[in-house]
């Protein structure tokens, strides 16, 4: 069943330690939980369908205006939301990226080309990305960075990419959900160019960077207004319940803990790194909170049974057996997922 | 703008008693509310996509296979879901009916037929309903009792429709998410009969009887799994929230205040129709938890100033200006609601 292919599944796996999910492993922020707390008195009306104090509050932070912004239940609301409103006859998705494109542009009978990319090049996208720009295409995605494999797509390149689509009327979706973990994450950001592209939507979530995965809010960004109300007609009014409207509102509060989330990852994923390769594991550069790595077939089991789970990426378009996400954890958790390697 | 023309829109409206929406004037139990403030400690995590502990309850409680349950972020993306899950070409709808039913046929481009009711029949759906069931029909929506008239369809009339829907292979969607206020709810809920009608979906919420609209949690049942399984492709797999899950297993404990809410509403209902009808309105009969009434085509306005807002329905097709739905609210709401009418 479609729906038990993801990882983070901690309810069919009890007593785990999940690296198989990319939230932020400091855990929600105490602001966030409380206001969730204070939300429990606020329940009884219908939620403001405008959204209207979060999209004030992100409307400044992200210094654009508030109509630009589309709200929902997750990211993963928005993208299927984006395909309901595009209603795409033919799409381009690198492979391998994030499932849940593939699963929305099928659900509205979209034709898909897929633009491999390989190992050998760090599963980059490539220059002949342009010649697959075609006016047939009527939107492409692009997770960056990318989820599983954490390769950053650079700027030059997208800025390319994105005039390419604005000449032929391709829509371009940026997911940045997982930038907000990179380093120097603000200079990768395609946030703006946004006023110069009428074809660019940005995607971002609330759920990895405020560890807020079991609230729900996502949003995206774009100066497609038009594109903006298609999907308004394509959702429900109160898709973005109230409780996720004021823990969203009390995320953005929180700029000291995004900053020093920001440092911590760097810090670990690079150990990490470097042990995932002392272990003889093949890891690829990362700008996530998540590292991929290659191993032999039967690593997932063999951790499961150390009462580790890692992500199998085996179901991933253009991935095999043997090919590997983990979540960048709190150190000590790190500590255990290489004991737990290193004793099998 | 769309998202703005529903009722309990009290964002743009403060300050006011809200007669415009429909939730329980009991507000949320106490026991939602407390599962409420103990999920701000389980966010961190992504939702259990199956939503299992819920699914258990509810299933054991309908007395139906968990395998029969669509859960949905509000009964309005139930019914979202199985627009884009049927993708009809052609949907029968009576007006005037709640809204949303349009608007998620719209969103995938289905043609609708209006079988009209009329003020004469108290906007009772008519024996003539079984000749507008014809073989080109692909979906009908039947909401009982109606929004916003509060009618009921009684159940020898919904089983010839039944009847007629299986015939004819039209999926019979049957919206009771009003009838928990219904003094005898269940004989005239449709819920049996989903065993031995395939076509048969029954449509139900929380956000009205435990007063939870904010949290946004819905569901459908059916014998149609493949139906179902429609559904669940066209929505993303983490759509139920962490929140809305554990509020929903909490509220079904609540029998006591179900029953409770039940005696009060009736009670109540019975007296602000009367008082209505005192003030010269012409008050339709209802099962719900609300009364639609007639009035002077300025009666919504005049209510604002006194800072009471109803519900004007003279958006809904088929009505008119000069029509309007009130909540049954608390004795001492419907007191004020009855005053303000005095003194206009």
Redesign the interface.
Known sequence: ????V?G?????NKNVI?FS?N?NPF??PEG???A??D????????????C?ELRETLAEKLCVPGEMIFFG??A??V??SIA?ALKPEKALLPAPTFA?YE??L??VGCEIEHYMTYEKDSFGIREDMMSFLTEDIDVIFICNPNNPTGTVTDKDMLMKIADRCMENDITLVIDECFLDFAYEGQSMSMMNELANNGKLVILKAFTKLY??????LGYCVSSDTDLLERM????????V????QL?GAAALKEDEYAERTCMEIKKERLWLADALKDEGLKVLDSEGNYLFFTGSDDLYDKLMEKGIMIRDCSNYRGLYRGCYRAAVKLHEDNVKLIEALRSI
């Open positions: 069943m479609k729906k038990l993801h983070g599944d901690i309810y069919r999940d999910s939230c855990g929600p966030v939980k409380q969730i707390r939300a429990a008195e606020k329940i009884g009306e219908y939620p403001d369908v405008m209207t239940n997750g993963a609301e993208i299927f309901f849940e699963q929305a099928a659900a560890a807020m995965a079991g609230v729900r308004n007609d394509a959702v429900q009014p109160w898709n319940s109230t409780i996720a823990a």
